[in-house]
């Protein structure tokens, strides 16, 4: 299967805008899978292939990408993916029992889907908001302070298509895939809406304020390489993967890779 000509042609023109932000193509197979998983919900075949074409990079080299980072999927998820986070702070606050009551109430398991394809759940390892744990994000954006009863509450209102709002950030919750797009690198201009900081991120700017605490001076002596770095001063890779090692080095060891 491949994508349709009309399909195509659209991701092919969002693709060259995006290889045309990087001195290397290659550079740009972030967001060029975000992309792809835009289309259709998941990174498929097809988008693995469109890639790989693109940037004239192997299937298999785009497929280690997309094994290796969890935000892009392999399988489709729910329109609202629901991540609870697990990870130490979140978890000693709560997060272990969320997930549990939150996973026998929505009845799947983690990257598993609701039958009516609404809501997916994944155990995150760190959302990075550790000062309002325990932490949810829906599509990426936050749920602050969130007990079982309020996770149950937000994946029923998503599940029945009631106006969600997350914590910080837009007044609008973007569905997986406009998340996937604002990701590849075309924002959808709400950027600057809702809670940017919250009270307990500020904490430390307010203390500092108050006592009259101020940042070390910079070393302005201190040489400091030009920015940005212009494509002409960024050498070429010490080797192609899928081809040997240059030099007598064992193949795999440090000393080759540093070659």
């Known amino acids: 299967m491949t994508y349709e000509p009309e399909v195509r042609e659209r991701l092919e023109r969002d693709a060259k805008d995006i290889i045309g932000r990087y001195p290397r193509p290659r ?12 289309e259709e919900g998941h990174v498929t075949q097809d988008g693995i292939e469109f890639c790989a074409e693109l940037l004239g990079i192997t299937p298999a080299q785009v497929t280690g990408v ?9 399988k489709p998820v729910g329109e609202y993916h629901v991540g609870v986070c697990i990870n130490t702070l979140c978890a000693i606050m709560g997060g272990d029992q969320i997930w549990d ?14 039958p009516d394809g609404k809501v997916s759940l994944e155990r995150i390892e760190c959302n990075a908001a550790c000062d309002f744990a325990p932490v949810m994000t829906v599509n990426w954006e936050f749920f602050d302070n969130m007990t079982p009863e309020k996770a149950k509450k937000l994946v029923d209102d998503l599940r029945a298509g009631q106006p969600v709002l997350p914590t910080r ?5 973007a569905t997986w895939r406009e998340a996937s797009r604002i990701l590849a690198g075309f924002p959808d201009g709400r950027a600057g809406e809702g809670v940017q900081a919250g009270p307990e991120s500020l904490r430390g700017l307010e203390l500092a304020r108050e006592r009259g605490w101020e940042a070390p001076a910079a070393d302005v002596d201190r040489a400091r390489p030009d920015e940005p770095v212009r494509p002409e001063e960024i050498s070429a890779p ?15 060891s440090q000393e080759g890779r540093s070659k």
């Open 66 to 74: 997309v094994t290796f980072y969890t935000q892009y999927k392999q």
């Open 101 to 114: 009551e939150l996973s026998e109430h929505a009845g799947v398991g983690n990257d598993e889907a609701t």
């Open 169 to 173: 950030g837009p007044e609008h919750l």
């Open 238 to 252: 010490p080797h192609e993967p899928g081809k040997p090692i240059p030099g007598d080095a064992k193949p795999g």
């Open 27 to 38: 550079s740009a197979l972030l967001p060029m899978l975000h992309l792809v998983q835009s």
